[in-house]
């Protein structure tokens, strides 16, 4: 019912900066949460950022502070804006989507493909 393709990884140094987007097409059941998630290699995929349309974006401690998430004026591309990247954000990156304004991102109701995020020292 809804599709979503991200786009912006890419390999870079420490203390670079990149941005993700992330577009939703297709019917919706109504407003989204939008956010994303990552999964390093042998690792579990771990919660980044979300951003609920009635509430403000929340974000993974270890991300605080230097990730910034955002929505478009249809509210239906979401953006993170990664700065100061570490090598331990190697990742692949995946947008996230859930029915509801103002929903955690648990039980996931769509994913994109990813896309690689990749952190040089």
């Known amino acids: 019912q809804v599709q979503l393709v991200e786009s912006g990884g890419g390999s870079v140094q420490a203390g670079a900066s990149l941005r993700l987007s992330c577009a939703a097409s297709g019917r919706t059941s109504g407003p989204m949460t939008m956010g994303w998630f990552r999964q390093a290699p042998d690792k579990e995929r771990e919660f980044v950022a979300a951003?609920?349309?009635?509430?403000?974006?929340y974000y993974a401690d270890s991300v605080r502070g230097r990730f910034i998430i955002s929505r478009d004026n249809a509210k239906t591309t979401v953006y993170l804006q990664m700065n100061s990247l570490k090598p331990e954000d190697t990742a692949v990156y995946y947008c996230?989507?859930?029915?509801?304004?103002?929903?955690?991102?648990?039980?996931?109701?769509?994913w994109g493909q990813g896309t690689q995020v990749t952190v040089s020292s």
């Open positions: 951003s609920p349309l009635s509430a403000g974006p």
């Open positions: 996230a989507a859930k029915s509801g304004a103002n929903t955690a991102l648990v039980g996931v109701d769509f």
